[in-house]
């Protein structure tokens, strides 16, 4: 009897009559009470409004989860180490003997991730099982599940249904499954699973369907063994034989273009989409490329460079280098050290022959350099400045800022030298007058280099649209009207 008592005070004294008066510092928010036990806690469950005990505490934690977008309540428990779920209402949900348990509540339909001694497995929304717990990995990508069990892996469906046999080393896996790549343990060689599908051995890696690298290219593969290139189809039949030390998409994938190397010279072909073959350059040439500034297609062929129209060059590749000006449709030339300026209609504007260097200012006008000077040349050739400046820097006013060595001018298109080149810098100021540096002093002056206020003092301020200049010396200032 004695004995009894104790056992009955002793509980009393740990959990309480059913609606005794709780402590406040054991019980929680969530309906969660704990309770210490030397150095161990425990937890349980109670009625907030009551204090009614609604569950002994047996548990080693409790999480509650709430998701208030999907309005989701439910408790995260683990017993003994192993974790479960409960329902909002306390009711079994997933029994407590997993070591993670991981809601995925966002998927659709919502599944549960359980690991237990190191194997993975699902169950459903309801808690019945879906794939036991039997895999060493499990990777889902919203569509498809990539399994693991032992060193080899596999894919199931949405439904959990066998896609690809649990039977590879590796799966390089597609959007579409049956287009993964797959390999096998100590080889070096790679299969698409559709070809194995369809050759009857899904699991066994053909001499004549494995490659050392497969790519994806629309609907087809380039692929490449023994150093060659070709393409195969989505049956593993070779649409393009396999003889290209280079194969690779050019350009834009629509065009579904490839750019191969044959015999160290490049052509392009183009395969559509029912695998029909086209050549659109003959592999002859040094090299084939896309000009980045205006995605013309440009070759390179015995040395020349050119554009090239309807799978010829534009120019027959009569020049050492070419670039197209979109904007002004105009071409620079280079031949033999030279510049020179064609238009589309191929005339030839500018010969290459007098010029090392050659800009663009407007489709009538040309920078051009010759004995490292610069000067001005039309459309028609003729000198509109001479080249005798070692720099020039154009704005779009018309003026020219020229130097000669260190020192700065002013050349204009229409009146020639406005300033001659012996300023160490100019600034360009309204009704013709001219803001310079010589020997360190600033001033004014007009065309021509006539002073308007003397080169003497040490600095200026002359702020963005300001109608006047502050020349500036120690303490005196004197402001230039504009």
Not at 92 to 118: M, T
Not at 373 to 400: C, H, M, S
Request: hydrophobic content about 35%; aromatic content about 16%.
């Amino acid at each position: 009897m004695i004995r009894f008592f104790f056992i009955c005070c002793l509980a009393l004294l740990f959990f309480g009559p059913l609606k005794a008066q709780r402590p406040d510092s054991s019980f929680l928010m969530d309906n969660i009470y704990k309770v210490k036990l030397g150095e161990k806690t425990l937890w349980g469950f109670y009625e907030r409004e009551t204090g009614e005990i609604l569950s002994p505490a047996a548990y080693d934690s409790i999480k509650y989860q709430f998701r208030l977008e999907q309005d989701l309540r439910y408790y995260e428990i683990q017993k003994n180490g192993k974790w479960g779920l409960l329902n909002k209402d306390l009711s079994a949900w997933i029994p407590p003997k997993y070591d993670k348990v991981n809601y995925r509540y966002k998927l659709d339909p919502a599944r549960i991730f359980v690991e237990v001694g190191g194997k993975y497995g699902i169950f459903n929304e309801d808690g019945s099982e879906w794939l036991a717990p039997i895999y060493d990995e499990i990777m889902f990508d919203g569509n498809y599940f990539k399994v693991k069990q032992g060193e080899k892996w596999g894919i199931l469906t949405i439904r959990g249904e066998e896609y690809l046999p649990i039977c590879f080393a590796h799966i390089y896996d597609n959007l579409e499954p049956k287009y993964s790549l797959v390999r096998q343990e100590n080889k070096q060689l790679w299969s698409v699973y559709n070809w194995l599908a369809q050759n009857g051995s899904p699991c066994e890696l053909q001499p004549e369907l494995s490659f050392e690298r497969i790519e994806y290219f629309n609907e087809f593969f380039t692929v490449y063994k023994d150093g060659l290139w070709g393409v195969a189809n989505d049956e593993g039949k070779l649409l393009i034989e396999r003889k290209y030390k280079e194969l690779e998409p050019f350009s834009f994938l629509p065009l579904r273009w490839l750019k191969v190397l044959e015999k160290d010279k490049y052509g392009i072909l183009r395969l559509d989409s029912l695998g029909k073959l086209d050549t659109i350059l003959d592999p002859i040439y040094d090299d084939i490329g896309i000009d980045p500034d205006n995605y013309k297609l440009m070759a390179r062929y015995k040395g020349k460079e050119d554009y090239m129209y309807e799978g010829e060059g534009y120019f027959n590749f009569a020049y050492d280098g070419i670039k197209y000006f979109l904007r002004h449709q105009l071409f620079i030339i280079e031949l033999n050290g030279k510049a020179g300026v064609a238009n589309v209609e191929k005339d030839i504007l500018i010969p290459p022959k007098k010029y090392s260097k050659l800009h663009i200012i407007d489709r009538n006008t040309f920078m051009v350099q010759k004995g490292g000077k610069w000067g001005v040349v039309d459309a028609q050739n003729r000198e509109l400045i001479a080249p005798a400046f070692t720099n020039f820097d154009f704005r779009k006013e018309g003026y020219f800022f020229a130097a000669d060595g260190e020192k700065w001018g002013v050349v204009s298109l229409k009146k020639g030298i406005l300033l001659p080149p012996k300023y160490e810098d100019v600034v360009i100021l309204p009704k013709g007058r001219f803001l310079v540096q010589k020997g360190g002093k600033w001033g004014v002056v007009a065309v021509g280099g006539r002073i308007i206020e003397p080169i003497k003092w040490e600095r200026y301020s002359y702020p963005r649209g300001s109608e006047e200049i502050e020349l500036i010396k120690g303490n005196k200032s004197f402001k230039y009207k504009l």
